[in-house]
């Protein structure tokens, strides 16, 4: 279901106009939702990935790189050291257009397969006031997921934008 008119369909004749856009969580958005949502900074979620100080620049340096906008990895490392991601979501995320995207809270990027507890000690389940969230983020009041700039373009899962992925 798609009710946020964009701006296109506002300027345009509506009958004339795209389909409207629901904001659409990118690979590199999914990873950025999630380390935040661990309360992590990038230098944060590097660190148990670097022993030796001459290796944390090149660690910070690619962790900073996956949640370009516009990148995308083959083979993601295992993050689970870091913050928890859900690698088969990533990859969907990467290969799938955006309307058969897993459905993810759009405050945190928690998905339904993924175990989360909410603020009370309970399994995270769908808000049943908001169903775009889930119910940690609910409780929070986490801020919700705004599109940067270049995920408002209509065709960014275009093979433009995978020829920019390593
Ligand atoms: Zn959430």
Known sequence: MRTVPSLLSMLDDPAAAPEPLAPVVMPWDYIQMRRLSAGLSIEDASKP???RPEHRADVERNMSQIET???RVKRLWDMSRSFRLNLTVYRQLCDTPPDTHPRLCLACG???WSHQLDAEGFDCAWSAANPEICT?????KRAKFKPRPANTQPHSHTARASQRAA
Request: glycine share 8%; proline share 0%.
């Open 110 to 112: 928690w998905d339904e």
């Open 49 to 51: 990935f670097w022993h």
């Open 69 to 71: 906008v516009g990148f």
């Open 136 to 140: 940690l983020c609910e409780q929070i």
